[in-house]
C-alpha cells in the first residue's frame, strides 16, 4: 500500500478544519499528528497507511469539535500530562493559579473537592513530598481517571479517593481543602465553545447564579479544617465578591483574592480561625 505525504495530508486538515470555524487549526493539525505518530517508523515525510488511517480518524473527530486532549487522551498541566477523557474536567492554565497559592504555605494533608482528573491534589502532592491527601468526587468514572493519574505522576500511595458529594462522606480534619468546583452560569452555558460540552456538564455548571457549591463549602468546610487551616477555591473572573462574601459569613478569616497570569480574579482564599471559633 502507498504511503502518505504528511505534508499533503497536514495541509488538508488544516484547511479542512478552517471551514469549520475551528481557531487555531495549524496547531491542532501538528498535535493530532505527532499523537498519532508517535510511535511511527517511517521516512519523516511520508506516513504509512495505518497511521494515515489514524491521522484521518483523529481529524474527522476534531471537525466535530471534540477537543483535542479528548482525542489525544492527555492535557498539559503544571509538570506533567495528565490522563484525560470526556468522564472529567479538561485541566486549564488559570487553575495553575491554584497550585501556586496552595504552595505558598506548607501543608501536612489536602482536601481536594470535585477532584475530576486529580490534576490539583495530585500535582501539590508531587510538590509537597511529605504530604497525604484525599480527592472526592461524585462520579466514579472520574475518579477512575484520578487513580490512573495518581500512577503517573507516581503519589499513589500518598492519596486516597472517595465518591463524595461535596464533604458529605469526608471524615476527619486537614489543614488545606482546595477545589475548582462548577461555577459556569446558566446564562453563560450557552456562549460556550464547542469543545468545551464535550466536558462533563455537572464539572461545568451547577446551574442558576453558578455559586450552589461554594454555598455548599463555606457552610461545611470549617468542619474538615484545622484550626488555623486553609480553604483555597477557584472562582469564575466576576465572581470573587460574592465568593468572599460567603466565606466571610461562614466565619472564615483572612479572606483574600488573587488574580491569574491575566490579571482576572481566579482564586478566594480563607482561614479557619486559629481558636476554632
Not at 492554565?93 to 497550585?99: A, F, G, S, V, Y
Not at 495530585?122 to 495518581?150: F, M, P
Not at 453563560?188 to 468545551?196: G, K, R
Request: proline letters at 5%.
Amino acid at each position: 500500500m502507498n504511503e502518505t505525504d504528511v505534508a499533503r495530508a497536514m495541509h488538508s486538515a488544516r484547511q479542512r478544519m478552517e471551514l469549520v470555524g475551528i481557531p487555531d487549526p495549524a496547531r491542532d493539525a501538528s498535535a493530532l499528528f505527532l499523537a498519532v505518530a508517535e510511535d511511527a517508523v517511517g521516512s519523516g515525510d511520508t506516513m504509512p497507511p495505518d497511521i494515515a488511517d489514524a491521522y484521518e480518524r483523529a481529524i474527522r473527530r476534531r471537525l466535530r469539535r471534540e477537543p483535542v486532549s479528548h482525542i489525544t487522551g492527555r492535557r498539559a498541566f503544571w509538570m506533567h500530562d495528565f490522563i484525560v477523557n470526556a468522564d472529567v474536567l479538561d485541566p486549564r492554565p488559570d487553575t495553575e493559579t491554584l497550585i501556586e497559592t496552595a504552595l505558598q504555605t506548607k501543608f501536612t494533608n489536602v482536601l481536594d473537592l470535585g477532584t475530576g482528573s486529580g490534576c490539583i491534589l495530585l500535582s501539590l502532592l508531587y510538590e509537597q513530598t511529605e504530604a497525604a491527601g484525599l480527592g472526592t468526587d461524585i462520579s466514579d468514572d472520574a475518579l477512575k481517571v484520578a487513580a490512573q493519574n495518581a500512577a503517573v505522576v507516581g503519589v499513589a500511595d500518598r492519596v486516597t479517593f472517595l465518591n463524595s458529594d461535596w464533604l458529605a462522606s469526608v471524615e476527619g480534619a486537614f489543614d488545606l481543602i482546595v477545589s475548582n468546583p462548577p461555577y459556569i452560569t446558566a446564562s453563560e452555558m450557552a456562549d460556550l465553545s464547542p469543545e468545551v460540552l464535550h466536558e462533563p456538564h455537572l464539572a461545568l455548571t451547577p446551574g442558576g447564579d453558578g455559586l450552589d457549591a461554594y454555598r455548599i463549602i463555606a457552610r461545611d468546610a470549617s468542619a474538615h479544617l484545622t484550626s488555623g487551616g486553609r480553604l483555597l477555591v477557584e472562582t469564575g473572573a466576576t465572581q470573587a465578591d460574592d465568593v468572599s462574601a460567603l466565606f466571610h459569613k461562614a466565619g472564615l478569616t483572612n479572606v483574600a483574592v488573587k488574580c491569574d497570569l491575566n490579571g482576572k480574579d481566579r482564586v478566594v482564599s480563607a482561614e479557619k480561625p486559629a481558636n476554632g471559633q
